[in-house]
Nanobody
């Protein structure tokens, strides 16, 4: 079973940058697609980005495309989310999760929240205007 711990959140001004990390335990981390989701106050959790096990294929929500970059280091069992040009509307709790049905798949098969799990505890990102 994969266990996930997010870190790197904080308070940043609009236009600034943050890098989130998600550290995973478990030997099977490197075989799964990993995703980042976020949940703003009063809103449902939404997809942000995903990356396949190899790192060769990624997929982004339109709202973050060109500003955020997802990456992974399987030697460190860690997935990252580099967030640039942050906007106040990016304020949310950010979660990482594993798609444990995506064993060695070469493309991101799903961006649906219910296809991902387990989940980390989340890290708060606040962007001030």
């Amino acid at each position: 079973q994969v266990q996930l711990v997010e870190s790197g959140g904080g308070l940043v001004q609009a236009g600034g940058s943050l890098r989130l990390s998600c550290a995973a335990s478990g030997r099977t981390f490197s075989t799964y697609t990993m995703g980042w989701f976020r949940q703003a106050p009063g809103k449902e959790r939404e997809f942000v980005a995903a990356i396949t096990w190899s790192g060769f294929s990624t997929y982004y929500a339109d709202s973050v495309k060109g500003r955020f970059t997802i990456s992974r280091d399987n030697t460190k069992n860690t997935v990252y989310l580099q967030m640039n040009s942050l906007k106040p509307e990016d304020t949310a709790v950010y979660y990482c999760a594993a798609d444990t049905s995506s064993f060695l798949q070469s493309i991101v098969r799903s961006t649906t929240e219910t296809d991902f799990g387990p989940w980390g505890q989340g890290t708060q990102v606040t962007v001030s205007s």
